[in-house]
């Protein structure tokens, strides 16, 4: 059964950095195809790709957002970092991070986490 | 402003058949596959279609997809009351090196 969970602050501070962890099972991260991305969808918005990286370590970025963002995972933990630098308030969204097979489709999801950054 | 273009909202009377559009360019659906999400009020996307056409295991023959050129088209049948909700199409952007989502579109069910 693979699952994702979200987790981190709910608030942050605008020019902060904030730090950002998927926590997966189900599947591993050093299997040949598999990725994980982030999504975030602000209030009442559509959904926009963030970031993803594969199981060769290969990362892409929004090219928005390319220079506020860092990913990285830690295959032994089944965890999935994202760090976004310079909070502003537009940032504030529901950040998701779905399983990403093969770079083609999000099969799994996480249920999201909400971060806030006050104006 | 989205790099996939789909009509803000559809809607149409219980059981009969919707479509939603979703269109790109070269750089993106033209040569990529194309995925399918549907967002029910207050929960994370779940996937309908992926790889233009398929359907996960669980998803109903009333959900299907096709592709032609640069453009992509979700079509529901049957519709029911539990259908409302945001669809998002997807894809890979081979010029952004980045994958990019539709703008959504509202299904209304009459």
């Known amino acids: 059964q693979v699952t994702l969970r979200e987790s981190g602050p709910a608030l942050v501070k605008p020019t902060q950095t904030v730090t950002l962890t998927c926590s997966f099972s189900?599947?591993?991260?050093?299997?040949?195809?598999?990725?994980v991305s982030w999504i975030r969808q602000p209030p009442g918005k559509a959904l926009e790709w963030l970031a993803r990286i594969d199981w060769d370590d290969e990362k892409y970025f929004n090219t928005s957002l390319k220079t506020r963002l860092t990913i990285s995972k830690d295959t032994s933990k089944n965890q999935v970092v994202l760090r976004m630098t310079n909070m502003d308030p537009v940032d504030t969204a529901t950040y998701y991070c779905?399983?990403?097979?093969?770079?083609?489709?999000?099969?799994?999801w996480g249920q999201g986490t909400l971060v806030t950054v006050p104006s | 402003q989205s790099v996939l273009t789909q009509p803000p909202s559809v809607s149409a009377a219980p059981g009969q058949k919707v479509t939603i559009s979703c269109s790109g360019s070269s750089s993106n659906i033209g040569n990529n596959y194309v995925s399918w999400y549907q967002q029910l009020p207050g929960t994370a996307p779940k996937l309908l279609i992926y790889?233009?056409?398929k359907r996960p295991s669980g998803i109903p023959d009333r959900f299907s997809g096709s592709k032609s050129g640069t453009s992509a088209t979700l079509g529901i049948t049957g519709l029911q009351t539990g259908d409302e909700a945001d669809y998002y199409c997807?894809?890979?952007?081979?010029?952004?090196?980045?994958?990019?989502f539709g703008g959504g579109t509202k299904l209304t069910v009459l």
């Open positions: 790889e233009n056409n």
């Open positions: 997807e894809t890979w952007d081979n010029s952004l090196s980045a994958g990019v």
């Open positions: 779905a399983r990403d097979y093969s770079g083609n489709r999000f099969d799994y």
């Open positions: 189900g599947f591993s991260l050093s299997t040949s195809k598999m990725c």
